[in-house]
């Protein structure tokens, strides 16, 4: 069966520090793989895309993430993070873009100053 | 150019009431998907549409409907609701297959 997991429900990073938010996926063929991020209150925002070719995708807001076939996973990463990041990050996968998506349960990113 | 738009943006509804959700896509995306998000959980599937047909069914009960009208809007139906149907549930529009989904800002339903 299709999953997303996100291994992290929580977590806290220091303005101005790195960050990798951690997403592993379960799936028969090659995955059409998205972040999202989700503001309290708010619908969902896309964050960056892998469809195929270069497994290193640069996303809006400074965001990239890295697909790793042999291990199943496309972590976000941010060099250095600003508070307003501080969101629902969201990592998807779907058999198509454009078709049903599955979500993984999230990580929710705190900043502390 | 507008993002999608749902609406309402909040509802509260007696159980067993029933509801109607509406959302319009981003012009020129004639795909719509519907998504159930409990709190603290991500977004599931519950349907998509593409050309006014039904493309996908997520694992919901037949008391939740959809359809997709000649301008590609959509709406949700819930019949028969229950406590449990208490959510946020995000409109979601496409160009088609090959293309990546955008998001509106969803609907607030409370059932009590």
């Known amino acids: 069966a299709q999953s997303v997991t996100q291994p992290d429900i929580h977590i806290t990073v220091s303005e101005g520090a790195s960050l990798e938010l951690r997403c592993n996926y379960s799936?028969?063929?090659?995955?059409?793989l998205f972040w999202y991020v989700q503001s309290p209150g708010q619908g969902l925002q896309l964050l960056l895309k892998?469809?195929?070719?270069?497994?290193l995708v640069q996303g809006i807001k400074g965001f990239e993430a890295e697909f790793k076939r042999s291990q199943s996973s496309f972590n976000l990463r941010k060099p250095s993070v600003h508070w307003s990041d501080a969101a629902e990050y969201f990592c998807?996968?779907?058999?198509?873009?454009?078709?049903?998506?599955?979500f993984g349960k999230g990580t929710t990113l705190s900043v502390s100053s | 150019d507008a993002g999608v738009t749902q609406s309402p943006t909040h509802l509260i509804k007696t159980r067993g009431q029933h509801v109607t959700l509406r959302c319009s896509p981003i012009?020129?995306?004639?795909?719509v998907s519907w998504y159930q998000q409990v709190l603290g959980q991500g977004p599931q599937f519950i349907f998509q549409?593409?050309?006014?047909?039904?493309?996908g069914r997520g694992n919901f009960p037949d008391r939740f409907s959809a359809r997709q009208f000649p301008n590609y809007s959509s709406e949700l139906n819930v019949n028969a609701l229950l406590l449990g149907d208490s959510a946020l549930y995000l409109c979601?529009?496409?160009?088609?297959?090959?293309?990546?989904?955008?998001f509106g800002p969803g609907t607030r339903l409370t059932v009590t």
């Open positions: 012009s020129g995306h004639k795909s």
């Open positions: 998807a996968v779907g058999a198509q873009a454009g078709t049903a998506l599955i």
């Open positions: 799936y028969g063929a090659t995955p059409y």
């Open positions: 892998y469809f195929s070719g270069d497994t």
């Open positions: 549409y593409y050309e006014k047909e039904e493309r």
């Open positions: 979601a529009s496409s160009s088609g297959t090959g293309h990546e989904q955008y």
